[in-house]
Nanobody, 117 residues
Framework: QVQLVESGGGLVQPGGSLSLSCAAS????????MGWYRQAPGEQRELVST???????NYADSVKGRFTISRDNAKNTVYLQMNSLKPEDTAVYYC???????????WGQGTQVTVSS
């Protein structure tokens, strides 16, 4: 049983920055991938970025060059540094974690990011 808790969301103006974090707790049996997804009102949840335990990183094209994902395996925590934010980045950002044995995944409750003038 794993719980994921996101933090760091808020309101920023276009061009600003925010840092998100997600800490996993509970019964953890080898966390594999961790990542961030987002969902804007009326839209489907979409991938933002993922990072494997070994540090292999993927980004959505829409955030590439602006966002940076990282993780601290000892703390079971994944981070997302968001720079040069755009209004289009406004969404609820959800943390995701994948476990290897047995295969399963978990979701956080989400944190709101609003980019507006």
């Amino acid at each position: 049983q794993v719980q994921l808790v996101e933090s760091g969301g808020g309101l920023v103006q276009p061009g600003g920055s925010l840092s998100l974090s997600c800490a996993a707790s509970g019964i953890i049996d080898s966390i594999s991938d961790m990542g961030w997804y987002r969902q804007a009102p009326g839209e489907q949840r979409e991938l933002v970025s993922t990072i494997t335990r070994g540090g292999n990183i993927n980004y959505a094209d829409s955030v590439k060059g602006r966002f940076t994902i990282s993780r601290d395996n000892a703390k079971n925590t994944v981070y997302l540094q968001m720079n040069s934010l755009k209004p289009e980045d406004t969404a609820v950002y959800y943390c995701n974690a994948i476990m290897r044995f047995p295969p399963r995944q978990y979701w956080g409750q989400g944190t709101q990011v609003t980019v507006s003038s």
